[in-house]
């Protein structure tokens, strides 16, 4: 007796100690009868090798056919035999497809979309198919007879398409009441060769397509609304949204390879505008699946597109992915918008602009991936993200494509695939089932991956996916196509959950468009914002549930409910009691409203133009990467220098701005009318092979006016070229400006910033003068230069006197501000820049002493590009603003897992190489793969004659510890962008931006009461395109205004209420006093022309 008691209170310590079951349950093919599976042979005839698309499998479309109120399920075959699931409740599954009569697509069938394509209130089925080679598919449009069948209409509707296509969306383009179709497709290069074809030639077979429905029949309106149908489109995704909220449904097209993705903004009058470049700065490259949604509530769909990078490091570093930097600017120059090898988040900022914010979200890096839903999976009202993944064999592989490169392997090939050469190329494709990804919605634009948790990571090879409430218990289930194993329905636990609530609601549309496909409907609850989008055609070759789903978290109540119907009209319901399903009717609408909502107040700012400011920095192409291929990014575009005074005593700002090599700086003089005409053009045309990366006006000569000190930098010259000498222009007093040639020491340095500022308090502006590198050698100190003024004008090099070693060699500074942190009556200096912390030289008996420690600023070392000294809670002490890469970037970095540079002749060549390494997994890799490192350190290709080889390789695999001993080493520790806020006892406390802030680097920080309410905001800006293709371009920001609220904190202000909207690489904002009287902020961008705001308040 006592043995079995004991047993009894082991097993209830045992089930005390498990944690509550998965959200998820993969349900078994023989419980629920769903026995499909996606087949894919290895065929000598039909294959990877001489068809890409190979293995991109099969999609699955839920829908209620038979109109019982239960989803039903259609999954596609590539090679066998399409499948229909009728729901018989309680997750049992009956397959209907012959009963049904949709079992008789023939060849390759790839895509599938329910909707009610007639408007006779019966879902329909329209599945995509490909003809090639040996696979004669076709697509097919089933058209429900309301009894249990289906018939074959295809011809008689117009929809029929013999090529390549992908997948139908339907969607109402015209506003005439009736759904039209968008047709994806595809094309077919073999793997051994491109697309010679020019970019828009029209293709009978591929291109996409548009067809209007006329009533009866479907008509190819393509080429007349604006559809490209070019035989380069490589459609694997496309998703309808209204993007830009202005009623009409704009297109997002995902397309593999090296095509533009094309975002379609709608006319509203049956036509589009293809804006891709111009709304959104990069795209991924081989873009697949896409979805659109709004995921942070805020209103606006956003969009997700997936690529194919992996995460775990030993098949990233044996894939194909990134391209060189001088590919990527070909392509531009081609016509090709910046694409990167990585999933893209395009978060929707309103005015047709998207910031592309995957990497601090998480989301970048989920492999070789095809579906992506954004929808609430665990209903606490935020929509989660679940990914498919997964390929057979991998193409990309670098050794395969090595392999079949050879010569001997591409004759074989050329006399045709047998069976023989086919399993000698797939067993060089590696085989590597991947898990899904499940993102739980982190409710401040970042995501964590709950697969595991969540019970959906079973390895596997999936592509297409729906979500959809199968047993219409109030939670979204998931069914996945896989490839070679049984289709995934995985039941969905969270209503086991307490506490947890949802609401489900139908639409009636009237008329033909009978689901009211793109209505959207808005609920708010417990001052929550959420809007969903009736759109069943999302993610990969899929349709998902066409019921719209509502987590609402604890809430019991929605405080009100919006339907914006597809013809404008509206219905408002208010107090809708939660945990049920309404249907709604578009009968019962009202009125007409747009979803867009106006600002309460106008925008707070404006952009200025006709001011006479003509000018346009133009950046000289140098590629930093052609001397130190292993640098992390380009140093040589820096500028333009951007200086305001009055430089003529008229009590109205001129404006400055330099140039780039070969590029003279302008002055321009402003006018009594307020516009601004151009002066001294020819001393600084005498200059113009110096570049210009900063620019300060100061009194230097003690007359009373603005003279000119012009900072020389860009990193391309290097050694004692006159070229990196700093300029003085002393001013006449009327704005005639001449170069003082012997007024400054003579050094030579790759520069970054000159700070006024009188620190002995002699009555003379004295300089502090950055420098940014040491050309050719990336990553060592150079010097910096502390200049005394003797009051006439002459400076004197003081820096070893006044701050030795550690001020001279304060870092790879970036920018630095004189402040009386202590407030002892003497200025001391903050220096911020590179592998460096945010470093106080305190100023003592004359002397400046490194008190970075002592200020509780130790440890802060990043990627700082720009310091200000600014009051951020009105309390007399100057707090810091802080300006680092941000935490948009492929690149992590904390105390305990730094991002490092080693500094090192690794090749033994005589020249420093720099090699920079980042934690992953609690394990430091470099960042560069084998041939990055192969090409700049020779001797290691013996050691690593495969990628295989390679792999996964640590920094401590690749060189030894005695080696890595001998190397400098460079840490960085934090990324965020910052405030540093003063505390009055000579201390800081660091905290970091809005994570608004963190889109991209922060190069520029203006404070001023920008609303009126007598706080001091701030309005920061930024952006760095001289980044390697495997990290990207940092190009999310727009700028953002920063409203003081007080005590040091900071509300970031929606980009439609400030109207701030600063494209491109900012390098520096600056005031200008108007001579209406007012403000005016003025922007210096790289290589693009200064672009000017009027504040409004």
Known sequence: MRRHLLLLLALAAAGCGRGPPPLFELLKPDATGITFVNEVPEDPGFNIVNYLNYYNGGGVAAGDVDNDGLPDLYFTSNVGSDRLYRNKRGFQFEDITERAGVGGAEGWTTGVTMADVNGDGHVDIYVSGVSYLTMHGRNVLYINDGDGTFTDRTAEYGVEHVGYSTQAAFFDVDGDGDLDMYLLNHSVHSERGRSSRPQRERHPRAGDRLFRNDGNRFVDVSEEAGIY??????GLGVIVSDLDLDGCPDIFVANDFQEN???YFNNCDGTFTESITTAIGHTSRSSMGVDAADYDNDGRPDVIVLDMLPEREEILKTSANAESFEIEALKRQTGYHTQYARNTLQLNRGQRRFSEIGQLAGVHATDWSWAPLLADLDNDGYKDLFITNGIVHRPNDLDYLTYISQPAVQASLDKGITQENLTALLRRMPQ???????????????????????????????????????????????????????????????????????????????????????????IQHDGMLQMLEQMPTRGFQSS???RLHFGLGPSTQIDSLIVIWPDHRTQALTHVAADREITLSQDDAVGGTSHRVEPATPPLFTVSSRLGIEFGHDENTFFDYHRESLMPHQLSTEGPALAVADVNGDSLDDIYVGGAKWQAGRLFVQQRDGTFGASNEAVFQADSLHEDVDAAFLDADGDGDQDLYVVSGGNEFWGHHDALRDRLYLNDGRGVFRRAGDRLPTFFENGSCVVPGDFNGDGYTDVFVGSRAVARN?????????????????????TSEKGGQALSQAGMVSSAVWLDYDQDGQLDLIVVGEWMPIRVFRQENGRFVDRTAEAGLSGTNGWWSSVAAVDLRGNGRKDLVLGNLGLNSYLRASRAQPARLYLHDFAQNGMIQQVLTFYKNGESYPLAGRDELVHAIPRLRGRYASYADFGAARIEDVFPASELR????????LFASSVALNNGDGTFTLQPLPIQAQFAPVNAVLADDFDGDARTDLLVAGNFYGAPPVLGRYDASYGLLLRGKGEGRLEPVDMEVSNVVIQGEVRDLEVVRHADGGRLIVAARNDDSLLILRPLR
Do not use: C
């Not at 149908?229 to 490589?234: A, D, P, R």
């Not at 001998?966 to 520790?973: G, I, L, N, T």
């Open 544 to 546: 998902v549930d066409a």
């Open 432 to 522: 590597v089932p991947i898990p899904n990804y499940a993102y739980r919605n982190n409710r401040d634009l970042t995501f964590t991956n709950m697969a595991e948790a969540w019970g959906l990571a079973q390895p596997g090879f999936s592509t297409g996916a729906a979500y959809v409430d199968l047993n219409n218990d109030g939670a979204l289930d998931l069914v996945v196509n896989n490839i070679n194993a049984p289709a995934g329905v995985y039941r969905n636990r969270a209503r086991e959950l307490d506490g947890i609530h949802y609401l489900r609601v139908v639409l009636r549309g009237s008329g033909a468009n009978t689901a009211g496909i793109g209505a959207k409907v808005l």
């Open 261 to 263: 993705d094309f975002l």
């Open 966 to 973: 001998k190397a400098q080493v460079r840490e960085a520790y």
């Open 229 to 234: 149908s070019g035989v380069e489109g490589y």
């Open 778 to 798: 990336y990553g060592l100190i150079p010097r910096s230069h502390l200049l005394q003024n003797d009051g006439t004008g002459r400076f004197t090099d003081v």
